[in-house]
């Protein structure tokens, strides 16, 4: 239980800086047009897909939050669809040219009776596949940074 709460406070600061760094680089004035944006330096469609890949992978294997997918991925429409999905999301979210198709988080999400503690179990499954891919620092960060806000959305409010 002490490991898993330490782990929690991992988490929960991970997302604290993942906030706050995208926000912070704004201000200081870090950012310049010359830039790559955050989809190229995630690698694009094939590197977001990439980790995407990985992370449906470690979603089902963690017996923390595999229940939750457990009818998407074992229907090769349904997993194929999520995958689409999740790819068109981080896309959209990295500054990408993709257009996010699928349904709201709060809808998405609703009646699944979510907990904090399942959100950021995919945050580190999420990450895993961010390091597996090797994914930057930075860029993990503004990419968390920018899903975080989606966690009301998603969990939490039916603990």
Sequence with gaps: ???????????????????????????????????????????????????????????????????????????PARLSKFKTHF????CQASGGPCKYTGKDMKTAHQGMKITTENFNAVVEDLTGALDKCKVGENEKNQLLGVLGPMKPDIAGSEE
């Design 87 to 90: 790819v068109e999301q981080l």
């Design 1 to 75: 239980m002490r490991l898993f709460a330490n782990r929690l406070r991992v988490v929960s600061m991970l997302l604290v800086v993942a906030l706050a760094v995208p926000a912070l680089a704004h201000a200081s004035g870090t950012t310049t047009t010359k830039e790559k944006s955050l989809y190229s330096r995630l690698g694009g469609k094939k590197g977001i897909t990439a980790v995407v890949n990985d992370f449906v992978t470690r979603l089902n294997t963690d017996t923390r939050v595999n229940s939750f997918f457990a009818a998407t991925t074992s229907d």
